[in-house]
């Protein structure tokens, strides 16, 4: 009888499997776009159970681990998603805005073929819009049209709200990842509706995803997490807070303390951070409204206009600029990585136990006409070079934690965040027989982002191969812009 044929062996590897501890040399079989076997060459079988092998890749000194899973990244053009490809990432979700309606957005995600797999949670703000009065049809990009628009951001009424949480559930039951709330863009929303939203999720058992309030003042931010800790609490909701580096700022540490105190105590809440001491949004956004940024202690000076390089020198200078362009993308230093105890703050940000990485991802200003995209198209450097930041640094450099430890906040912690609303996720973030081949191998000595302010579009280096289920997207350090293996991951009700 003939035997199976092995798509790909990847052999004598350093394998990294964060769920079961694996750290050790492996030779990692992959077929039909799954891991097949995992053997030690040290021990090999025998030669009758060895698969004919159609490719053998020696991959002696690297590190083979699962493909990193981005719980927040804002990206839809194949080729912009290629810089995340870059930085290790096989999996993009875009679950703190989402979309609306996902139906539509997977459907034109599959049709133009992405590079990485992809998912959409259901998105309040643009419910919200719609339920305003406002057009959405436009995709993704009406967020940041509307952004400024206060018809929007203010209290809904009854009637109001009953459409939005209809229009939410119509979202799950088409495949969305779970409800995700932009809070922090209309912090003058009913905490009522909150309240409806996780009693929502509860109900139809999915997760929220929400950038926290906490614009009006230093304790705001502090105000903001324990509010989505309070509703967690109340409705029993799995409550996953984004980019706590960034919502969080000065409070970090207070919010550490709740968070312990609250999953001690048996609260579903989860968070992520990214390794950047800036963030990145519309200029419409009432978080850069002077007098809010002045609540949070900063200035105007603090905004950069990503296409023009400016940095308003007053305020009317930056309401002029919000006023022409709102939709305009824009870059927020809330902390300086040049001062230690700033420095040491997003450290602590990272370090915080069960802490995911997640890169918050912008698009890139412009057309994007081919890979390679120049290494100078304005964007924020977290869209290039996250991950490949975190290990560099969390690792290598900070020697804070283990590479298994850093990979396991990449790729397991992701899976295991999105486990119950996706079953798919049940077979990535690992490197396992019957495993999704999703995976990375790079080189530990060598792996670090390249973005900067200057280049924020430059990708990481390291990576030496990276395969979406099977796929190789990456070979021998170059990306292929032809490859589309990506596939959809949606939730499924229970």
């Keep these: 009888m003939a035997r199976d044929t092995a798509d790909l062996v990847l052999r004598g590897g350093r394998v990294l499997d ?8 492996r030779d990692v079989v992959v077929r039909d776009g799954r891991i097949a076997e995992i053997t030690d060459p040290a021990h090999p079988a025998g030669a009758d159970h060895r698969p004919p092998v159609n490719r053998a890749l020696d991959v002696t000194g690297l590190v083979v681990a699962p493909g990193f899973i ?17 930085d290790g990432v096989t999996t993009a979700l875009d679950l703190e805005a989402g979309s609306a309606p996902v139906a539509r957005d997977y459907e034109r995600a599959a049709q133009a073929g992405l ?60 495949g969305a990842l779970g409800i995700g709330i932009l809070l922090g863009y209309a912090p003058g929303s009913s905490r009522l509706e909150f309240q409806d939203i996780h009693e929502l999720a509860a109900e139809l058992s999915v997760p929220t995803f929400t950038h926290a309030r906490g614009i009006s003042d230093p304790d705001a931010a502090y105000d903001g997490a324990a509010e989505i800790v309070a509703t967690s609490l109340a409705n029993g909701t799995h409550a996953h807070l984004c980019h706590i580096n960034s919502t969080s700022q000065r409070t970090l540490d207070r919010v550490h303390r709740l968070l ?46 990503l296409a023009t390089g400016e940095r308003p020198a007053t305020d009317g200078r930056l309401r002029e600029l919000r006023r022409q362009d709102p939709a ?47 290494e100078t198209t304005p964007t924020h450097p977290r869209t290039a070079g996250t991950f490949c930041r975190a290990i560099s640094w969390l690792s290598r450099g900070l020697g804070a934690l283990s590479l298994l430890e850093v990979v396991a906040r990449a790729t397991l912690r992701p899976a295991q965040i999105l486990a119950e609303v996706a079953p798919a996720m049940a077979a990535k ?16 000595g060598t792996v670090a982002d390249r973005a900067d302010y200057a280049a924020p579009a430059r990708p990481s280096v390291g990576m030496r191969h990276v395969l979406v289920g099977g796929t190789f ?18 939730g499924v009700r229970r």
């Design 473 to 490: 997207v990456v070979r021998d350090g170059v990306a292929d812009p032809e490859a589309r293996p990506g596939r959809p991951i949606r």
């Design 429 to 444: 973030g690992r490197v396992q027989v019957g495993a999704d081949a999703d995976l990375v191998v790079f080189d530990p």
């Design 115 to 174: 590079p990485v797999n992809y998912g959409y949670s259901a998105s309040w703000a643009l419910h919200r819009m719609r339920a305003a009065g406002l057009d959405i049809s436009a995709g993704p990009q009406t967020f940041f049209t509307h952004i400024g628009n206060p018809a929007w951001q203010t209290q809904a009424t009854p009637g109001g709200r009953a459409a939005l949480l209809d229009g939410l559930a119509a979202e799950i039951a088409d």
């Design 18 to 25: 964060p769920e079961t501890g694996l750290d050790g040399v």
């Design 260 to 305: 312990a105190k609250a999953v001690a105590s048996g609260v579903r809440v989860t968070t992520e951070a990214y390794p950047y001491g800036s963030g990145s949004t519309g200029l419409g956004s009432v978080i850069l409204d002077p007098d809010n940024l002045a609540g949070m202690g900063l200035r105007s000076s603090s905004v950069l206009v």
């Design 70 to 86: 981005d719980l927040h990244s804002h990206l839809r053009r194949p080729t912009e998603l290629l810089l995340q490809v870059m």
């Design 328 to 374: 305009a993308l824009a870059i927020i230093d809330f902390l300086d990585l040049s001062d230690p105890d700033d420095e040491a703050l997003i450290q602590r940000a990272m370090l915080f136990h069960d802490t995911a990485i997640a890169s918050d991802a912008m698009p890139l200003v412009g057309p994007v006409d081919g890979w390679p995209v120049a």
